[in-house]
């Protein structure tokens, strides 16, 4: 909700100005233009979310969870009424093309699918006579008031692989989105207040450091999911976790392809072609580095050349448009700059998307697509996540030496592999250190009913984002042993 170009917080059911005396601009990468003010609220306005929650967790965990899920089945119908608006919203502020943002709305609608099953998916199990006339039971009970907090790149997903959860489960939730992106949400939350929840069940807090470590110090929060760069992910992890809370993070990734001789090329490039650019770069399953292997190097490079230089790069909303700008100034700066590194280091540019200027747009962030050759894999670039739309090659003679490059990386989101061969195939699968592997996949995005998982520096935690592992995330286990004799004794 906007009022008087400034975003509120909706707290407690209430939409309500921000006390905050900091605001920043969310501007539209494209064109540069100011669409709104975002408030950086403050450690008090956080106390008032979590006390609104608090206060909505005793009656909404005692809400059975078949009643709790009808929220969810209107939450979808209305997101669905909504569908082409919200994802206008997120091109506009995110900078994707709406072909994009529509793709990923539609992830998340999915995790407000699979979350109506929580009447199965929170079922406990039991045994009887563990002794003669005692039963054992496992009960799965919600944590209390629990908190997300969200990244730049997905505006709409990412906040739904876990709200639908918190709440089908019995917790209250609240939401930190990126103050970069904030809007899409606010649009998601004036939705949200049309379901009829109890007040407090669902928040939104909008803000940046000061307001995530008021969630982070919170006592009365028991629960932190956190989606955003390595970094700050772990960050969160180690403040989360010494107060005392579960903490979910998901990090950044520096995501490897392999290419063997025997992969279907054309299919390959086009694929990893999109895997690089899509987003312009800026998904965390991005692919960053290809790796050839023998035979595979002139074809792949020729072609994969071929379509970065060609890819049409433009403002979102424009329909012909297959790349938006990066999210900032200081990214595309940022950017710029990382590729040069790479040239310093011995890397060919051999496809140059540095000082972009798109007709119509010249004031908006574009960098265009960008492939550094014969990257040193040892060298700074190698390792550094880019967060943009640039592709580095590397060239081996054998599978085994292009897997050690792939398992050199302290990131561990995602490797793919292109072959034909089965054997191969089998081999990365078991031996790449990555949580998400893609084989003929060029962004292996799991389903919502998969855990969305993550190794290395890519993740610090137990239980992932998504289907079971977000019921595991959002319940405690509960044992219980009774004993009902028919005839009360003191013998034993
Ligand atoms: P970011 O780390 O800058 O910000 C993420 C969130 O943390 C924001 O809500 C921000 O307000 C907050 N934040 C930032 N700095 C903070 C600090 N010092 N203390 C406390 N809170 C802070 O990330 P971003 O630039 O918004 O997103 C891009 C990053 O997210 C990339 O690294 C990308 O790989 C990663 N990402 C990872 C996944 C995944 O599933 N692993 C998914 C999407 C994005």
Same mark, same amino acid.
């Given at each position: 909700?906007?009022?008087?170009?400034?975003?509120?917080?909706?707290?407690?059911?209430?939409?309500?100005?921000?006390?905050?005396?900091?605001?920043?601009?969310?501007?539209?990468?494209?064109?540069?233009?100011?669409?709104?003010?975002?408030?950086?609220?403050?450690?008090?306005?956080?106390?008032?979310?979590?006390?609104?929650?608090?206060?909505?967790?005793?009656?909404?965990?005692?809400?059975?969870?078949?009643?709790?899920?009808?929220?969810?089945?209107?939450?979808?119908?209305?997101?669905?009424?909504?569908?082409?608006?919200?994802?206008?919203?997120?091109?506009?502020?995110?900078?994707?093309?709406?072909?994009?943002?529509?793709?990923?709305?539609?992830?998340?609608?999915?995790?407000?699918?699979?979350?109506?099953?929580?009447?199965?998916?929170?079922?406990? %199990?039991?045994?009887?006579?563990?002794?003669?006339?005692?039963?054992?039971?496992?009960?799965?009970?919600?944590?209390?008031?629990?908190?997300?907090?969200?990244?730049?790149?997905?505006?709409?997903?990412?906040?739904?692989?876990?709200?639908?959860?918190?709440?089908?489960?019995?917790?209250?939730?609240?939401?930190?989105?990126?103050?970069?992106?904030?809007?899409?949400?606010?649009?998601?939350?004036?939705?949200?207040?049309?379901?009829?929840?109890?007040?407090?069940?669902?928040?939104?807090?909008?803000?940046?450091?000061?307001?995530?470590?008021?969630?982070?110090?919170?006592?009365?929060?028991?629960?932190?999911?956190?989606?955003?760069?390595?970094?700050?992910?772990? %960050?969160?992890?180690?403040?989360?976790? &010494?107060?005392?809370?579960?903490?979910?993070?998901?990090?950044?990734?520096?995501?490897?392809?392999?290419?063997?001789?025997?992969?279907?090329?054309?299919?390959?490039?086009?694929?990893?072609?999109?895997?690089?650019?899509?987003?312009?770069?800026?998904?965390?399953?991005?692919?960053?580095?290809?790796?050839?292997?023998?035979?595979?190097?002139?074809?792949?490079?020729?072609?994969? &050349?071929?379509?970065?230089?060609?890819?049409?790069?433009?403002?979102?909303?424009?329909?012909?448009?297959?790349?938006?700008?990066?999210?900032?100034?200081?990214?595309?700066?940022?950017?710029?700059?990382?590729?040069?590194?790479?040239?310093?280091?011995?890397?060919?540019?051999?496809?140059?998307?540095?000082? &972009?200027?798109?007709?119509?747009?010249?004031?908006?962030?574009?960098?265009?697509?960008?492939?550094?050759?014969?990257?040193?894999?040892?060298?700074?670039?190698?390792?550094?996540?880019?967060?943009?739309?640039?592709?580095?090659?590397?060239?081996?003679?054998?599978?085994?030496?292009?897997?050690?490059?792939?398992?050199?990386?302290?990131?561990?989101?995602?490797?793919?592999?292109?072959?034909?061969?089965?054997?191969?195939?089998?081999?990365?699968?078991?031996?790449?250190?990555?949580?998400?592997?893609?084989?003929?996949?060029?962004?292996?995005?799991?389903? &919502?009913?998969?855990?969305?998982?993550?190794?290395?520096?890519?993740?610090?935690?137990?239980?992932?984002?998504?289907?079971?592992?977000?019921?595991?995330?959002?319940?405690?286990?509960?044992?219980?042993?009774?004993?009902?004799?028919?005839?009360?004794?003191?013998?034993?």
């Amino acid at each position: 909700m906007i009022q008087d170009g400034q975003l509120l917080n909706y707290v407690g059911g209430i939409w309500k100005r921000s006390r905050a005396s900091e605001f920043l601009d969310v501007r539209n990468p494209a064109t540069a233009e100011t669409m709104v003010r975002v408030p950086l609220s403050s450690r008090d306005e956080v106390d008032e979310a979590v006390r609104a929650a608090q206060a909505a967790f005793a009656g909404w965990r005692r809400t059975p969870p078949v009643e709790r899920i009808q929220y969810l089945f209107k939450l979808k119908r209305l997101l669905e009424e909504h569908f082409d608006e919200i994802a206008r919203l997120t091109t506009q502020e995110c900078g994707k093309t709406l072909a994009e943002s529509r793709g990923e709305l539609q992830r998340g609608l999915e995790n407000v699918e699979v979350a109506t099953g929580i009447p199965s998916l929170m079922m406990g %199990y039991n045994v009887e006579d563990i002794a003669s006339g005692i039963d054992e039971h496992m009960l799965r009970q919600p944590v209390g008031v629990v908190a997300a907090i969200t990244p730049f790149n997905f505006p709409g997903m990412i906040p739904l692989w876990f709200l639908p959860y918190a709440i089908a489960c019995g917790n209250c939730f609240i939401l930190k989105p990126s103050e970069k992106v904030p809007m899409t949400m606010s649009r998601v939350f004036e939705v949200i207040d049309q379901l009829g929840l109890p007040p407090g069940v669902l928040s939104l807090v909008n803000g940046a450091k000061e307001t995530v470590d008021a969630l982070l110090d919170h006592p009365d929060v028991r629960a932190i999911s956190f989606v955003g760069s390595s970094p700050v992910a772990k %960050y969160v992890y180690g403040r989360a976790t &010494a107060n005392g809370k579960r903490a979910q993070c998901q990090g950044g990734a520096k995501n490897a392809v392999v290419v063997l001789p025997d992969a279907d090329m054309e299919m390959a490039t086009r694929i990893i072609a999109d895997s690089s650019f899509g987003c312009a770069g800026q998904r965390c399953l991005a692919t960053a580095v290809a790796i050839t292997v023998g035979e595979a190097r002139s074809i792949f490079t020729e072609q994969v &050349a071929h379509a970065a230089a060609t890819r049409r790069v433009g403002y979102g909303l424009d329909p012909e448009i297959e790349m938006g700008p990066v999210i900032t100034p200081e990214s595309k700066q940022r950017v710029e700059s990382l590729i040069g590194k790479g040239v310093s280091e011995g890397a060919k540019v051999i496809v140059d998307g540095r000082a &972009a200027s798109i007709p119509g747009y010249e004031r908006g962030y574009f960098v265009r697509p960008t492939i550094l050759d014969d990257v040193d894999p040892r060298g700074e670039i190698a390792r550094t996540e880019i967060f943009g739309p640039v592709l580095s090659l590397m060239h081996t003679q054998t599978i085994d030496e292009a897997i050690d490059l792939v398992n050199a990386a302290s990131f561990g989101n995602m490797a793919c592999l292109f072959t034909s061969s089965g054997a191969a195939a089998r081999k990365f699968r078991y031996e790449a250190q990555a949580g998400n592997i893609g084989i003929n996949i060029g962004v292996a995005a799991p389903m &919502a009913f998969f855990p969305f998982s993550g190794w290395k520096e890519s993740f610090f935690g137990d239980m992932h984002a998504q289907g079971r592992d977000a019921v595991e995330f959002y319940t405690q286990k509960k044992v219980v042993v009774e004993r009902w004799p028919s005839d009360w004794s003191r013998k034993f």
